[in-house]
């Protein structure tokens, strides 16, 4: 499997929203998306998963949704410290799975 | 306090190979299944291996398939990958993973995850 395509990168200043998609390899995205953030030098933490559930402890200014074929991350009210590398997680069937190929956001 | 501790990366030359291991406290171990998912320095992630909660079950990432296997030992709370016919292709740092799924089917959701170890495949 492929890496999936993400945005090489994106950017927006404090207290703006910022967009990443996830577009799928087929019509239909389904259901088991999962969206990862990696700090340098740090290990990814999930901070989305099932398209648009958050774990404890994930701030609400996080939010995952789907469309058709795309998933999508928003993080809403940038802050300094959400400048990271994101990566999306598809299920890819008979039990494997396949990352996007990671969006650098930079917050300005 | 949960952590998860991988060790025994290093520099290994093409051919051949290593074993990988992931030490687990914290959490009930034998519950949970457990990925494998390695990063090529300067690169994304990639999903490697996934083996279910009881260790009847794995599954592996085409380029995994054939060369690494992945196992567990419940009573010693320890993940393990052997990884044969080592490539340089292989070289990133490999990272074990908790599946959120406890007694489930793993779901492919990674909520706990390790620091890491490194593996050099060079000549």
């Known amino acids: 499997q492929s890496a999936l395509t993400q945005p090489r990168s994106v950017s927006g200043s404090p207290g703006q929203s910022v967009t990443i998609s996830c577009p799928g390899t087929?019509?239909?995205?389904?259901?088991?998306v999962s969206w990862y953030q990696q700090r340098p030098g740090k290990a990814p933490e999930l901070m989305i998963y099932?398209?648009?559930k958050r774990p404890s402890g994930v701030p609400d200014r996080f939010s995952g949704s789907k469309s058709a074929n795309t998933a999508s991350l928003t993080i809403s009210g940038l802050q300094a410290e959400d400048e990271a590398d994101y990566y999306c997680?598809?299920?890819?069937?008979?039990?494997?799975?396949?990352f996007g190929g990671g969006t650098k956001l930079t917050v300005l | 306090q949960v952590q998860l501790v991988e060790a025994g990366g290093g520099v290994v030359q093409p051919g051949t190979s290593l074993r990988l291991s992931c030490t687990i406290s914290?959490?009930?171990?034998?519950?949970?299944?457990m990925h494998w998912v390695r990063q090529a320095p300067g690169k994304g992630l990639e999903w490697v291996t996934v083996?279910?909660?009881?260790?009847?079950?794995?599954y592996y990432a085409d380029s995994a398939k054939g060369r690494f296997t992945i196992s567990r030992d419940n009573s010693k709370n320890t993940l393990y990958l052997q990884m044969n016919s080592l490539k340089t292709e292989d070289t990133a740092v490999y990272y074990c993973?908790?599946?959120?799924?406890?007694?489930?089917?793993?779901?492919?959701?990674?909520?706990?995850w390790g620091r890491g170890t490194l593996v050099t495949v060079s000549s």
């Open positions: 993973a908790r599946d959120i799924s406890a007694r489930l089917l793993p779901q492919g959701y990674f909520d706990l």
């Open positions: 914290g959490f009930t171990f034998s519950r949970y299944p």
């Open positions: 083996i279910s909660f009881d260790g009847f079950n794995t």
């Open positions: 087929s019509s239909d995205i389904g259901d088991y």
């Open positions: 099932d398209v648009s």
């Open positions: 997680c598809l299920y890819a069937g008979s039990s494997e799975w396949v």
